[in-house]
């Protein structure tokens, strides 16, 4: 199961919990299945069917922008980190 890594601004939805183990071959199966388990967290990752604006995904180390459609392995990390933009 891959494991996702929670962000502190969230860790009070999952009980304290730095990472979590959850179920899922894509990021929608994943955020899914953790809304499941720890409701209220769909709401701060996804806005209706899609990551929010000024989030991004990392899955085992790499920033996709595949959003909910990226695919995540049974062994992966997942981090919701906030996307960095900017620059000339």
């Known amino acids: ?5 929670i962000p502190s601004l969230m860790q009070g939805l999952t009980g304290g ?12 199966e994943v955020v899914n299945n953790l809304e499941a388990a720890y409701p209220g967290v769909k709401d701060r990752v996804c806005e209706e069917d899609r990551i929010r604006p000024g989030l991004a995904v990392s899955v ?5 922008n595949e959003g909910m459609r990226q695919k995540a392995g049974p062994e992966s990390e997942i ?3 906030t996307a960095i933009s900017g620059g000339r």
């Open 1 to 5: 199961m891959p494991v996702v890594w």
């Open 17 to 28: 919990k730095e990472q979590v183990r959850v179920e899922g071959e894509t990021i929608r």
């Open 60 to 64: 085992d180390g790499v920033v996709t």
């Open 79 to 81: 981090h919701f980190v």
